[in-house]
């Protein structure tokens, strides 16, 4: 089209003024203009976008990239991931905001970002029940404590009482503070009555690498995030915090069963639009991502990876989201975090 444009406008060119050239030639530059933005409108329609607030790489983006090319073809549309870092999940959040509510900006969030942070900043620049709309829980990702394998204590057990009889805190790290790991360092000091220091650090893997070079002794991490390196036996994992086992690592006890009964942590991941987005298409965003979650190949994936495939209606997500911003409220007023963003 383009082409058969431009000839038409150039061809009698030689038989013209330089003012009517001029004039010509402004003509058929708009005219391409046209045609290229109509062109970058309709391509741009067949894209959806999956916001992720942490860079390539981590848990939350293995999990959308995963899912990216088998949700795809349930909406029979492009599906890009979009990497938007920072401020525990906030500037994602905004991106989403600011997007058209027409369904093709699915956010991918933790939940941290949604239910820690609402008790954490006093302006946190969104209201996960008045700014968003739930899609569909996606995956349950049970966080794990790890430890050094060159450490000397072989168990949990054992793990605590040389802690106890150094009379030092026990310095264990999370991936950040504010995070669902930063919640179970808190839970793991209010059930155990150890002096705990909790270490955040920016990500997991530099948590990971200053606990195998032994300047932490502890780690809170999504299992997804060291289940390679646990079973190459490079970390030690000492239970699993959450009411059951995980399947990836099935020998690997809970932390109830240990005798701490009161660490219960899921660091969930679930899809959230635009809060104008249309329910129709809500629904439609629901069955894809249900479609999918349900695919073989991409359950075992996501599974053999430490993360359990759990799709949801709106609403169940709509309900675990209020059931864990009250649960983590709490446990955040009782230790006094604050923080500041």
């Known amino acids: 089209m383009i082409i058969s444009t431009i000839q038409v406008h150039f061809a009698p060119l030689r038989a013209l003024k330089a003012s009517e050239m001029k004039n010509r030639f402004g003509t058929v530059m708009v ?35 995963t899912m990216a090319d088998q949700l795809g073809k349930e909406l029979k549309q492009k599906v890009v991931i979009d990497n938007r870092p920072g401020a525990n999940g ?11 509510p027409d369904g093709r900006t699915l956010w991918i969030t933790s939940a941290g970002a949604a239910t820690i942070n609402p008790s954490l900043y006093e302006k ?8 968003f709309s739930p899609v569909s829980l996606v995956t349950n990702n049970a966080e794990l404590l790890v430890t050094s394998n060159t450490n000397p204590a072989k168990d949990l057990t054992e ?7 150094s009379g030092e805190p026990l310095s264990i790290a999370s991936t950040g503070s504010g995070s669902v790991p930063h919640m179970a360092v808190e839970q793991l000091r209010v059930s155990s ?9 920016k990500g997991a893997a530099p948590a990971i690498s200053d606990l195998m070079g032994g300047q932490v002794a502890g780690l809170f991490v999504d299992t997804a995030g060291v289940i390679t390196l646990v ?13 059951k086992r995980t399947g990836a690592l099935p020998s690997v006890p809970t932390l109830q069963e240990l005798g701490l009964p009161n660490i219960d942590t899921n660091n969930w991941f679930g899809i959230f639009v635009h809060a104008k987005t249309p329910s129709t298409k809500v629904d439609e965003l629901n069955r894809a991502v249900r479609n999918t979650l349900e695919t073989p190949s991409i359950r075992e994936r996501l599974a053999s990876s430490g993360s359990e495939p759990a799709p949801s209606t709106p609403a169940e997500l709509g ?23």
């Open 319 to 341: 309900d675990l989201v209020r059931r864990d911003t009250q649960k983590w409220g709490k446990l955040i007023r009782s230790a006094g975090i604050r923080l500041d963003q």
């Open 90 to 100: 906030a500037i994602a959040a905004a991106n989403v905001m600011r997007s058209e």
């Open 31 to 65: 005219a391409c203009a046209l045609v290229f933005a109509a062109s970058l409108t309709s391509a741009q329609s067949d894209i959806t976008r999956i916001v992720v607030a942490f860079p390539p790489g981590g848990p939350q983006d293995f999990v959308a990239r």
């Open 193 to 201: 009555g150890i002096n705990v220091l909790h270490v955040p650090y």
């Open 124 to 131: 946190l620049g969104y209201d996960m029940q008045k700014d």
């Open 159 to 165: 793990y605590l009482n040389r802690a106890k009889a």
């Open 231 to 243: 079973k190459a036996r490079k970390l030690r994992a000492l239970g699993i915090a959450a009411p």
